[in-house]
């Protein structure tokens, strides 16, 4: 049983991990079409890889807190990858938001220097941002059900 969960664990992080960052490496050059046909088809699965890199990423959690030996980074990772790609299930409020970044000034009041400002993004509604286009659901815009 324990050989099974570590396979889905580990399945579980390398295709949700793809399908979370098939957004930024459809960019690279000589690879975006390949990557774009792969989350295409692996996007179907979205929600299914998110349940179970929860489940089987908290059942080893809650093993290694218990019995040891320690905590790994893999059952984090896979909480976090679950939360990721169920982000729009698990906070329907957060679904039509997106982050927006804005262009203020460079300075700033907690004595952070300029980057503290520009790495500071500002939540703004789908609504509120209409110059800005339509909002991009969690994993973008290849793993949207619209774009299939």
């Given amino acids: 049983m324990i050989h099974v969960t570590a396979l889905l664990l580990d399945l579980s992080n390398i295709i949700g991990g793809f399908l979370l960052g098939a957004v930024l490496l459809a960019d690279v050059p000589h690879a975006g079409d390949w990557v774009r046909r792969g989350a295409a088809v692996l996007a179907r699965f979205t929600l299914g890889v998110g349940i179970i890199a929860l489940m089987v990423g908290g059942f080893y959690l809650i093993m290694h807190v218990v019995s040891g030996p320690h905590v790994f980074h893999f059952e984090l990772v896979a909480i976090g990858v679950g939360?990721?790609?169920?982000?729009?299930?698990?906070?329907?409020?957060?679904?039509?938001?997106?982050?927006?970044?804005?262009?203020?000034?460079?300075?700033?009041?907690?004595?952070?220097?300029p980057a503290g400002s520009l790495f500071a993004p500002t939540r703004a509604t789908a609504r509120d941002a209409s110059a800005a286009g339509p909002a991009v659901p969690a994993g973008g815009a290849l793993l949207s059900p619209s774009s299939g």
Avoid: E, N, Y
């Fill in 83 to 113: 939360v990721a790609l169920l982000r729009d299930q698990l906070f329907p409020r957060l679904a039509d938001t997106r982050v927006v970044t804005t262009r203020s000034s460079p300075t700033t009041t907690s004595g952070a220097g």
